[in-house]
T-cell receptor, first 113, second 115 residues
Framework: EDQVTQSPEALRLQEGESSSLNCSYT??????LFWYRQDPGKGPEFLFT???AGEEKEKERLKATLTKKESFLHITAPKPEDSATYLC??????????????FGQGTILTVHP | NAGVTQTPKFQVLKTGQSMTLQCAQD?????MSWYRQDPGMGLRLIHY???????DQGEVPNGYNVSRSTTEDFPLRLLSAAPSQTSVYFC??????????????FGDGTRLSIL
């Protein structure tokens, strides 16, 4: 069974204090690892897809990396508007071409001014 | 560009009542799915569809029914509401997830309370 574990559950940072969020996973054939951002009362918003170990993606202050067992979301010099819940999900190869998406429980990030 | 639209945004039901949560997307996506989100549980897949007339069960399908008669719409039906179905429900869609797996786009959810 596919599993995704995110840590820490909650992270409080001061504005400008860089840090990383972790996503550890086990999956039967990785088709993609996804990072989403979720604001209160909203649906998850897509950030990145990573497909293979060693791959990196960047967007503004966020950088996602991938190994064979985990992914990191690095946040450089965060601002209060980066406060949100960050979700990690994996899609397995499955028996068909669409596979199954498994989500972690998320990391609640709070950035104080 | 509306994306994925869910209605209603909030709903309160009594135990035993039935209702339909609506989901529509305007991106011509083949793949649509329903998730529920509960504190400490993450998003869990209820049902999904890979095209009109084709649906399948996800991780937690019991008590829910789906059908897909058009590409745009994918309603979720609660047959006889139970307090355990109190949750936030999200609909998502994506283009065909072939070898290059495409991300899912989510609606803003329906917050459902069962009394």
């Amino acid at each position: 069974e596919d599993q995704v574990t995110q840590s820490p559950e909650a992270l409080r940072l001061q504005e400008g204090e860089s840090s990383s969020l972790n996503c550890s996973y086990t999956v039967s054939g990785l088709r993609g690892l996804f990072w989403y951002r979720q604001d209160p009362g909203k649906g998850p918003e897509f950030l990145f897809t990573l497909y293979s170990a060693g791959e990196e993606k960047e967007k503004e202050r966020l950088k996602a990396t991938l190994t064979k067992k985990e992914s990191f979301l690095h946040i450089t010099a965060p601002k209060p508007e980066d406060s949100a819940t960050y979700l990690c999900a994996v899609r397995n190869a499955g028996g068909t071409s669409y596979g199954k998406l498994t989500f972690g429980q998320g990391t609640i990030l709070t950035v104080h001014p | 560009n509306a994306g994925v639209t869910q209605t209603p945004k909030f709903q309160v039901l009594k135990t035993g009542q039935s209702m339909t949560l609506q989901c529509a997307q305007d991106m011509n996506h083949e793949y649509m799915s329903w998730y529920r989100q509960d504190p400490g549980m993450g998003l869990r897949l209820i049902h999904y569809s890979v095209g009109a007339g084709i649906t399948d069960q996800g991780e937690v399908p019991n008590g829910y029914n789906v059908s897909r008669s058009t590409t745009e719409d994918f309603p979720l039906r609660l047959l006889s509401a139970a307090p355990s179905q109190t949750s936030v429900y999200f609909c998502a869609s994506s283009s065909w997830t072939g070898p290059g797996s495409q991300p899912q786009h989510f609606g803003d959810g329906t917050r459902l309370s069962i009394l």
